[in-house]
């Protein structure tokens, strides 16, 4: 998994024999900066780049993931030959799911991984889902659905990454699962932070805390008519950008840092918005994503909620590997010629086996 932070590679090395769901072992491999750059600039609004850069760095993922998952193999001394299948979501460049021509692009080329590795791989997970109509995002509720539900409470599930998303679990399990991004998780939080301190991300939301939130500003950037569109919904790092943010106001006017507190309190609030529109019943939020690890933003949900804010790490699953374990999930679907998508989240006209298939050998006749 590589997500819309664009901060690395998540490998998670998962059993799911029947139900159960077993982390074996986890590896995290960080991008280079280089690399960070170069995707943040194709994943750039409007950004002028070439085939040729866009292929380079398609078979260059290839390879860092199939790095990822050697390494993880060899520190526990598992053959490949003992794994079913790789499920690789690859890096979002693009997410344009609402146009005359819905799509969404994700590189990582699957041919190299299951090359490199010699194990099956399944990828290009969302345009199945697409196709049938849907948003193609997000995919990871059917796997909340099936590890979080219980039938004694309704639960949310927030998931922080570049873009926050939000997953709604009914205690009454004849409800459908509701679930749809929010809006920018991280993503603006971390390009500030660039732009004024040189830095990948704000550990800890600290610089964050040294300013004030602007709640005239926080009133403008919530007219965004995205926040108040009804599900399906699904964004990225594409739309909610620097570039975005500078469309709605003069940042000149304001202290850089209260405009990352400001920042910080506009993931938050919008979350919290968007629980308590379409699940106010909702008794317990579990979140997972790199944001778990902002005490100030967490802080800022516990706030503004209206129910217990928890990591999912107290119901035995770490919340950096909750999304690579779920893309393991979704390609035992796929293996399984099962259904992955689930039309009440993605808006598709039905269910569908999503991605495709990259066999680790070929039988010759």
Same mark, same amino acid.
């Given at each position: 998994?590589?997500?819309?932070?664009?901060?690395?590679?998540?490998?998670?090395?998962?059993?799911?024999?029947?139900?159960?769901?077993?982390?074996?072992?986890?590896?995290?491999?960080? !991008?280079?900066?280089?690399?960070?750059?170069?995707?943040?600039?194709?994943?750039?609004?409007?950004?002028?780049?070439?085939?040729?850069?866009?292929?380079?760095?398609?078979?260059?993922?290839?390879?860092?993931?199939?790095?990822?998952?050697?390494?993880?193999?060899?520190?526990?001394?598992?053959?490949?030959?003992?794994?079913?299948?790789?499920?690789?979501?690859?890096?979002?460049?693009?997410?344009?799911?609402?146009?005359?021509?819905?799509?969404?692009?994700?590189?990582?080329?699957?041919?190299?991984?299951?090359?490199?590795?010699?194990?099956?791989?399944?990828?290009? /997970?969302?345009?199945?889902?697409?196709?049938?109509?849907?948003?193609?995002?997000?995919?990871?509720?059917? !796997?909340?659905?099936?590890? !979080?539900?219980?039938?004694?409470?309704?639960?949310?599930?927030?998931?922080?990454?570049?873009?926050?998303?939000?997953?709604?679990?009914?205690?009454?399990?004849?409800?459908?699962?509701?679930?749809?991004?929010?809006?920018?998780?991280?993503?603006?939080?971390?390009?500030?932070?660039?732009?004024?301190?040189?830095?990948?991300?704000?550990?800890?939301?600290?610089?964050?805390?040294?300013?004030?939130?602007?709640?005239?500003?926080?009133?403008?950037?919530?007219?965004?008519?995205?926040?108040?569109?009804?599900?399906?919904?699904?964004?990225?790092?594409?739309? /909610?950008?620097?570039?975005?943010?500078?469309?709605?106001?003069?940042?000149?006017?304001?202290?850089?840092?209260?405009?990352?507190?400001?920042?910080?309190?506009?993931?938050?609030?919008?979350?919290?918005?968007?629980?308590?529109? !379409?699940?106010?019943?909702?008794?317990?939020?579990?979140?997972?994503?790199?944001?778990?690890?902002?005490?100030?933003?967490?802080?800022?949900?516990?706030?503004?909620? /209206?129910?217990?804010?928890?990591?999912?790490?107290?119901?035995?699953?770490?919340?950096?590997?909750?999304?690579?374990?779920?893309?393991?999930?979704?390609?035992?679907?796929?293996?399984?010629?099962?259904?992955?998508?689930?039309?009440?989240?993605?808006?598709?006209?039905?269910?569908?086996?999503?991605?495709?298939?990259?066999?680790?050998?070929?039988?010759?006749?």
């Amino acid at each position: 998994m590589s997500g819309t932070s664009l901060d690395g590679i998540d490998a998670a090395l998962v059993n799911l024999n029947g139900d159960h769901v077993e982390l074996i072992a986890f590896e995290y491999l960080p !991008f280079s900066t280089e690399i960070q750059r170069k995707l943040q600039h194709l994943s750039a609004p409007n950004a002028k780049i070439s085939l040729s850069d866009y292929g380079e760095m398609d078979t260059r993922l290839g390879h860092l993931f199939a790095s990822a998952v050697k390494n993880l193999l060899r520190k526990k001394n598992i053959p490949a030959a003992t794994i079913v299948a790789i499920g690789s979501h690859g890096q979002t460049v693009y997410h344009a799911p609402s146009g005359r021509f819905p799509f969404s692009l994700q590189i990582g080329d699957p041919n190299c991984i299951a090359e490199q590795t010699g194990i099956t791989t399944v990828a290009d /997970f969302r345009r199945r889902d697409l196709a049938a109509g849907g948003q193609g995002a997000p995919l990871v509720p059917a !796997f909340h659905d099936a590890v !979080f539900r219980c039938s004694s409470e309704t639960r949310c599930i927030v998931n922080i990454g570049g873009i926050a998303n939000v997953t709604i679990l009914p205690a009454n399990k004849n409800a459908p699962v509701i679930g749809f991004d929010t809006g920018t998780g991280n993503v603006l939080l971390n390009q500030w932070m660039q732009r004024h301190l040189n830095c990948a991300y704000d550990a800890n939301g600290a610089w964050a805390n040294t300013g004030n939130v602007d709640f005239a500003l926080i009133e403008l950037l919530k007219q965004e008519p995205y926040f108040h569109a009804l599900p399906p919904k699904s964004t990225g790092v594409d739309y /909610f950008s620097l570039a975005w943010l500078e469309a709605q106001c003069e940042l000149k006017n304001y202290a850089p840092e209260d405009v990352q507190a400001s920042l910080c309190y506009l993931t938050a609030i919008t979350i919290c918005d968007a629980i308590e529109k !379409f699940a106010p019943e909702t008794a317990r939020i579990l979140v997972c994503g790199g944001g778990v690890h902002n005490p100030y933003l967490m802080a800022l949900l516990a706030e503004h909620s /209206f129910c217990s804010v928890q990591s999912t790490a107290d119901f035995d699953l770490h919340p950096d590997h909750v999304e690579a374990i779920a893309f393991a999930w979704l390609a035992k679907q796929t293996m399984n010629q099962k259904s992955g998508n689930l039309q009440a989240v993605t808006g598709a006209n039905h269910s569908v086996i999503l991605g495709g298939i990259y066999n680790s050998k070929c039988n010759s006749g």
